[in-house]
């Protein structure tokens, strides 16, 4: 085999299609395997891949005019906050506008990637039997098949990173011994599971919020645990979605993160007020310093009563019976663990790219340094949208992939990472929900740089360190920002 001109896409979710179109866009000859019947990963309800997170009741939760891809902005007569249905309709939509869907093949899993010697990729993918419950496009289900291997020269990786549910690491004394049921919002679908029972919900992520309120209103009695609490912040303020106003300013030029904490605080403090106005423990850490929890919803039924908060669990006692650290006990019937999610590329080895605690070693997280033409897109949490995000690293990428623009060193790349890990961490709690946070306007602008960068390296043949450092110095002579 030689290593094939084509470039394999692994996952036709909003990343993936995102990646498709900038390869198609750039000439660049691609096949993209997809494990589910249809397009949009985590936004198909029931999607038949069996990994979509995405509940009956689900609407996204960063407005649609900073969710929609800018080369495809999403129709005018969408609502500010779409549900699922509509963005998967959306994703559909992309694929046909721009033609990506005879370059996807359905129901095929990658099971295996691995590095030739001599330059390129190894791509081995079977058949997928998708999940009973979700329907498939055509109502019928493949059965699992022979595995085959293709070459590729590159292989740009998208399978998601909110389908493999994290449960709490260590398990809690005594979870063994409990006698309700416990299941993860990964596997929450509509309410009827909490109808009439006392639930507690674990944590206060943007699931855990939806599922509490969903309890609120059919559950016997519901219950909020937090190890720590967070800034609640509404969807809309003064008839705007916030991530909209936020976004003014920020989206031409940078604004200094204590400058946007100071005027979304201020904006919360006047709309809002306290969480602890609400009976929530005032948290423990500034604005953006965790991974925004948006909820229009929350606060009102926790003023309602109709949902409980409680501090972290400390042991589960034997029966249906749960004490919390602050030595309550309460009787319940259902534990929904919100506890987040673990990134795993079940077809890399650990060797190739590690993500032992969520942590994954990746420059400007796109590019494994020193794994030539190994690429991840949509692999960041901002605070703002993924899909933007997903459709510059891709265009980034298709530069790269054309010798548009070029890369630094490997030994570069690694020390941009640490420094970026670094700031990563001065910036966010330390949790495994955080290794992976990029701000939404600052990033693109970082692409953007890099691209640039880049540009001017491949067209003079000087080293993008050297390229970079003479653009530093004659920023700094201007006063310009990044
Ligand atoms: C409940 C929930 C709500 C969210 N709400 C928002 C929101 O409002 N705004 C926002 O910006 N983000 C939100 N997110 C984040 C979410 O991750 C992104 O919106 C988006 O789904 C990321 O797209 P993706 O393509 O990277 O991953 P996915 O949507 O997960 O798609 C990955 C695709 O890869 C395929 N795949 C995986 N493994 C393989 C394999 N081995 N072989 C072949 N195919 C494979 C899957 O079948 C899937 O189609 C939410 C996440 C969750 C869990
Ligand atoms: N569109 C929407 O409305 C919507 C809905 C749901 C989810 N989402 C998105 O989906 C992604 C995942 O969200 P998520 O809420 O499922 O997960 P998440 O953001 O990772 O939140 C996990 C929560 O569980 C807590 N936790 C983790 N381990 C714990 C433990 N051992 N004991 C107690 N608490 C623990 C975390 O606390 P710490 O902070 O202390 O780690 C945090 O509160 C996010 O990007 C989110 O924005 C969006």
């Known amino acids: 085999m030689t290593a094939s001109d084509r470039v394999c896409v692994i996952g036709a979710g909003s990343s993936g299609i995102a990646a498709c179109r900038a390869l198609d866009a750039a000439g660049i000859a691609y096949d993209c395997v997809e494990k589910g019947s249809q397009v949009g990963g985590n936004w198909r309800y029931r999607n038949d891949n069996g990994q979509s997170a995405a509940y009956r009741s689900l609407h996204i939760n960063t407005s649609r005019r900073l969710m929609e891809f800018r080369e495809y902005p999403m129709p005018e007569d969408l609502p500010d906050f779409p549900s699922h249905f509509q963005i998967a309709a959306y994703f559909d939509d992309y694929v046909e506008h721009f033609g990506l869907r005879e370059h996807i093949r359905f129901r095929t899993e990658v099971v295996a990637v691995e590095p030739v010697p001599d330059g390129g990729w190894d791509v081995t993918t079977r058949p997928y039997a998708a999940s009973g419950d979700g329907a498939t496009a055509s109502g019928d289900v493949p059965t699992a098949g022979a595995p085959t291997t293709a070459r590729y020269r590159a292989v740009v990786v998208a399978n998601g990173h909110h389908w493999d ?15 309700g049921e416990r299941m993860h919002a990964h596997a929450y679908d509509t309410p009827d599971v ?26 016997e009695k519901t219950f909020l645990a937090m190890r720590r609490s967070a800034h609640v912040i509404p969807k809309y303020v003064f008839g705007k979605p916030m991530d909209e106003l936020q976004s003014g300013l920020a989206s031409k030029v940078h604004v200094p993160l204590a400058v946007q904490r100071a005027s979304a605080g201020a904006l919360l403090r006047i709309t809002t007020g306290r969480m602890t106005d609400y009976g929530l423990a005032e948290p423990d850490h500034r604005l953006f310093e965790a991974h925004p929890t948006v909820s229009s919803e929350l606060l009102g039924r926790l003023g309602h009563g109709d949902i409980a908060p409680k501090p972290n669990i400390d042991r589960f006692l034997g029966g249906r019976t749960v004490r919390f650290v602050d030595g309550t006990e309460e009787e319940l019937d259902l534990v929904v663990y919100c506890t987040g999610y673990r990134i795993r590329f079940p077809f890399l080895d650990e060797a190739i790219v590690s993500t032992a605690d969520n942590h994954v070693p990746l420059y400007r997280r796109v590019v494994a340094p020193g794994r030539p033409g190994l690429f991840f897109v949509g692999l960041v949490q901002p605070i703002g949208a993924v899909m933007p995000l997903a459709e510059a690293q891709s265009q980034w990428v298709a530069a790269l992939l054309s010798g548009e623009t070029t890369l630094p060193d490997p030994s570069a790349m690694r020390r941009a990472i640490a420094d970026e890990e670094a700031a990563m961490a001065r910036q966010y709690l330390a949790s495994k929900r955080h290794t992976i946070q990029v701000d939404f306007h600052d990033y693109l602008r970082l692409l953007r740089r890099e691209r640039r960068l880049g540009r001017a390296a491949a067209d003079t043949g000087t080293p993008l360190s050297r390229v970079g450092a003479v653009a530093r110095r004659v920023r700094a002579r201007v006063g310009a920002g990044t």
Not at 206 to 214: F, G, L, Q, R
Request: net charge negative; charged share 20%; aromatic share 8%.
């Open 194 to 219: 909490l109808a009439g029972r006392r639930v507690l919900v674990l944590g206060i992520g943007n699931s855990a919020t939806d599922i509490a309120v969903e309890a609120s209103r059919t559950a």
């Open 165 to 179: 549910p994290r449960w709490p690491e260590p398990a809690f004394p005594g979870e063994d011994g409990f006698t």
